[in-house]
């Protein structure tokens, strides 16, 4: 599966460009991990050969949300309030279920001004890809400690934090969230791969994408670092997503060092043991790994917890296939015999 | 205690179909059934009536009131005293006698201890409920509920309501639910066979039949809010629980199931999500509303403070949402089961920066249907939030109403932009791009596969093409155009409903559920020599009739129920030439306004002003 990088095309099944899939240019610092995530999104969505009109794009407020506007521009965008995105995909999504949502957040935007929604829209299952570029710092305010910064960080003018971080893939997990992994900026293979299967599964996935600040916090101990995290983390396997179309042959792999986990679509991926036993459909592992890696001090990334989602909050409704924002009026408003059953009820 | 002069001169004359009365209960002893049938049986008869529950914020043991009004010129406020009082409450009788003038009736179950000092120039008919209600051998668990439906029969045959009046009620609420409609029925006639047999009328009380109410219904304004937004073709309703907006929506999901299954497909074609809370429902609603459903939440005051942020967004996005404020008593949790109209002006520029919003003031039951309609027609066209402001007397109580009438327009979905429309602007278009010269911009909606339709969609400073822009002249031309979209919407809003006396030279500008009270009181005005014109307010901004109703009147008087006159300081912030003209008259006790405050007050200023 490895040559799939190296025969790239010019131009993806459905017959566009890599072009067709960029963004604005980014106005973010230059080497800010964001922009790494924002290339790897337009790749992903490319290699997955879904036409950019049938993604549509949100975001709350931060620098993580502005990037939504350097990626896939040809893909309709909402860039709303800080904290809200989740609600606004949670109306948006029922108007055409064809689109598929990718929201687009910070530590900031989740992890305390947002968090309700974040824990919420994981309740519901809306089926969409949930990102947080997490790097455990107020960027686009200048430097202030979010609800991810590591405990006894410092900073220029805030001192040192004196509060416990949140860990995201841990909340996404108690919340019910039945895809979450975690991922850095510094590991650009793993990342597309991860978003490639978050697009294709049928609830919410959530990303928590480790993505360093490299204006405020990039100080080489820092948690959220670089060089932190290029000598620190461990990722738990090697994974290649693996499209409907494509038959597998596990034999390819070595026997027992590869699983393969299907998705609702009938794509797969496949996950290559590493250096350990780790069993990502086991939540009590999942939470046990995230336990210990932020204990120990290493930063486990890969594809945490992974749960087949059968159905999602589409299924609870019943309601018209095709796109709603399209229905005429007259399948909108009850006939006038209706009204006049009403008012005879009533009198 | 105010009572009405006529009260004391002809205490002994008969007053035929013209009471009020006034049930004391116990909340969530199951009276409202009860009352319910009680109501709906002098409504039967033909008679206009309305429903009043003045109720506690609690779910069992409070005392609750339920008042009835039964009026043959059809008026339908608030009296500030009882007729007829039916006791059931030990704890609050004594004080429930204060409210009846003399002659007053009292009925109260027996079991309930008499006050030693009650009021002598009282009609008493106790009652023997709990003997009845024995004798009926109805379960243990079902008494306390019975107990309601015996004074029913009581009252009912005191009163002279025809039994067969009471089984149409009794028919018209239990439907097929034959067993239940078999015990109750029992237990009614017992009561109104007892009374027949066992007292004798002393008061003056009296119903007699009318002509049939053909053309009116029963129901409440949060039913027909309900209602009114499933005939406007609502896709998208997001919400959070609260008082009194709740039972909109949960009317809604009651009668979505009847009436939007897909005449194609048979699916639903409404969404109705309950969220974490008022900013997820606001921020869920603006989501659809932008993907180009029709979308909708419904709150109060605390819920809209909680909105406030989105509907900014909405606004400055220029997103269609309807937004319905079922108004309670505020500031903070306030009087959360209790009546007002004091959001307008927080609601008027609700946001922050330079905002103002279209809202529509329905003044009745059947005007809560027809702006759940029109509202959505409205937010649409003019791709902006459009808020409905009802109020917990209107939108909870129940009210007789004018038939709901269907929709009369097709409609209106606004400017909308799918693939195959791109064609026409020759790659020139751009969302928030003044083609059409009137302020409002084309919009496309997700979904739409053309590469050409999508754009980015930003609460931050944007030009015609959605790019983000700190450009000084381009965000004053933005914010200039959306006010003019805004006020270019006025003459298109629900017009104001004007109900003239002869030779009146002041008039009255009112608003909303206070109509009833306003009506009464410009007649009662006019009886003791002073005619007024009354001008109801539908809709902000406001449009030229108001204007007009200004320019052709010495003074007005701006009547509402808030404490520092909210629709008056809109009226002079607007229409400041005429600010000399207007006086502002307002109170909130948490009460609906009623007829007589109305009189004496502009009695009053008048002797000051005129």
Not at chain 2, 12 to 35: E, K, W
Not at chain 2, 346 to 363: E, K, S
Not at chain 2, 559 to 585: A, C, F, M, T, W
Request: charge should be negative.
């Amino acid at each position: 599966m490895d040559n799939v990088q190296s025969t790239k095309l010019e131009r993806n099944f459905v017959g566009l460009s890599p072009i067709d899939y960029r963004g604005k240019p980014s106005t973010l610092c230059p080497g800010c991990g964001h922009n790494t995530v924002s290339n790897q999104i337009q790749q992903a969505v490319y290699e997955l050969g879904i036409v950019p009109e049938m993604i549509a794009k949100f975001s709350g407020i931060g620098c993580s949300s502005k990037s939504l506007n350097y990626y896939l521009s040809r893909s309709f965008g909402f860039n709303g309030l800080h904290g809200r995105m989740p609600t606004l995909v949670s109306g948006a999504c029922f108007a055409d279920r064809r689109v598929k949502a990718m929201g687009t957040s910070g530590d900031g935007d989740t992890a305390s001004i947002g968090l309700g929604h974040f824990k919420h829209i994981i309740r519901r299952n809306v089926p969409m890809v949930y990102i947080i570029e997490n790097n455990g710092v107020y960027g686009l305010t200048k430097g202030q400690f979010s609800a991810t910064s590591d405990l006894g960080l410092e900073l220029k003018h805030q001192g040192k934090n004196f509060l416990p971080p949140l860990d995201l893939c841990m909340e996404a997990l108690i919340s019910g969230a039945k895809f979450v992994a975690r991922a850095f900026s510094g590991d650009i293979k793993q990342m597309k791969e991860l978003l490639k299967a978050a697009i294709v599964h049928n609830g919410i996935a959530v990303i928590d994408v480790i993505s360093p600040c490299v204006t405020f916090n990039n100080r080489d101990d820092a948690l959220q670092s670089y060089t932190w995290g290029r000598e620190n983390e461990a990722p738990i396997q090697d994974i290649t997503y693996v499209p409907r179309a494509q038959a597998i042959h596990i034999q390819d792999f070595q026997e027992g060092e590869t699983r393969e986990v299907r998705l609702h679509d009938g794509s797969s991926i496949l996950l290559k043991k590493i250096d350990r036993d780790y069993d990502p459909t086991d939540k009590h592992a999942a939470l046990d790994l995230l336990t210990e890696s932020y204990k120990n001090h290493y930063f486990a990334t890969g594809l945490i917890y992974i749960e087949n989602a059968e159905t999602n909050i589409f299924d609870e409704f019943d309601f018209v296939e095709e796109p709603l924002n399209r229905l005429t009026p007259d399948r909108l408003r009850p006939a006038p015999e209706a009204l006049e059953r009403i008012n005879f009820a009533y009198q | 205690m105010d009572y009405p002069n006529e009260n004391e001169q002809t205490g002994q004359s008969s007053r035929v179909n013209d009471f009020c009365m006034t049930i004391c209960t116990v909340n969530g002893s199951g009276s409202a059934t009860a009352n319910t049938i009680l109501y709906r049986a002098l409504f039967n008869m033909g008679i206009p009536t309305s429903g009043k529950n003045i109720f506690p914020s609690n779910i069992k043991g409070l005392p609750t009131w339920f008042v009835i009004r039964a009026s043959e010129k059809g008026y339908l406020g608030r009296v500030p005293y009882d007729d007829i009082i039916v006791a059931m409450n030990a704890d609050t009788f004594a004080k429930d006698l204060t409210y009846l003038p003399k002659g007053g009736v009292v009925f109260y179950a027996d079991h309930l201890q008499k006050p030693a000092d009650a009021n002598p120039d009282l009609i008493y008919y106790p009652m023997p409920i709990r003997q009845l209600v024995r004798q009926a051998e109805v379960p243990r668990n079902l008494r306390e509920y019975m107990e309601n439906m015996a004074y029913v029969g009581i009252v009912g045959q005191v009163l002279g309501i025809p039994m067969e009046n009471i089984e149409y009620a009794l028919g018209k609420h239990f439907g097929s639910r034959q067993t239940a409609l078999e015990s109750n029925r029992n237990i009614i006639r017992s009561g109104y066979e007892w009374a027949a047999a066992n007292l004798t009328k002393q008061d003056r009380y009296s119903v007699r039949a009318l002509p049939p109410l053909s053309d009116y219904i029963l129901t409440d304004g949060n039913n027909a809010a309900a209602l009114g937004s499933l005939f406007g073709g609502v896709q998208f309703c997001a919400w959070y629980p609260i008082t009194p907006a709740s039972s909109l929506v949960e009317s809604m999901l009651a009668q979505n199931p009847k009436l939007r299954k897909d005449p194609v497909t048979g699916k639903n074609t409404c969404i109705i999500l309950q969220v974490e809370d008022e900013l997820a429902a606001a921020g869920s609603a603006i989501g659809a509303g932008w993907a180009g459903l029709r979308a909708m939440t419904a709150t109060s005051g605390p819920g809209l403070s909680l909105m406030t942020e989105n509907v900014g967004l909405a606004y400055f996005t220029e997103t269609p949402v309807v937004i319905w404020d079922v108004q309670r008593v505020g500031p903070s949790t306030g009087l959360p089961t209790r009546t007002a109209q004091g959001d307008l002006a927080m609601v008027y520029r609700l946001g922050h920066g330079d905002i103002n919003h279209i809202i529509l003031i329905p003044g009745s039951v059947n005007e809560c249907f027809e702006f759940g309609w029109k509202a959505f027609d409205l937010a649409e066209h003019y791709q902006t939030p459009v808020f409905v402001m009802s109020d917990l007397d209107l939108g909870m109580n129940q009210w007789i109403t004018r038939k709901f009438e269907y929709p009369q327009l097709p409609m209106d979905r606004g400017r909308i932009l799918w693939e195959e429309d791109m064609a026409r602007f020759e790659g020139t278009w751009g969302r928030y791009k003044d083609i059409e010269g009137d302020g409002i911009p084309w919009r496309t909606v997700m979904g739409n596969q053309n590469p050409a339709a999508p754009y980015f969609t930003r609460g931050t400073g944007h030009d015609e093409y959605g790019n983000y822009s700190e450009d000084p002249q381009n965000w004053a031309a933005m914010i200039q155009r959306i006010k003019r979209k805004l006020q270019s919407s006025c003459e298109f809003l629900p017009v104001p409903v004007v109900r003239k006396k002869p030779n009146a030279r002041i008039g009255i500008i009112a608003m909303g559920s206070t109509d009833p009270a306003i009506i009464e009181g410009q007649d009662q005005l006019e009886e003791a020599g002073l005619p007024v014109d009354y001008l109801r307010i539908r809709a902000l901004p406001a449009c030229c009739e108001v204007q007009e109703f200004l320019e052709s009147h010495e003074r007005v008087y701006v009547l509402e129920l808030n404490r520092d006159g909210q629709l008056y300081g809109i009226l002079i912030q607007e229409l400041h030439d005429y600010s000399p003209k207007l006086i502002s008259v307002s109170e909130v006790d948490g009460l609906p306004m009623t007829a007589i405050w109305v009189k004496q007050q502009i009695l009053a200023k008048e002797q000051q002003n005129g």
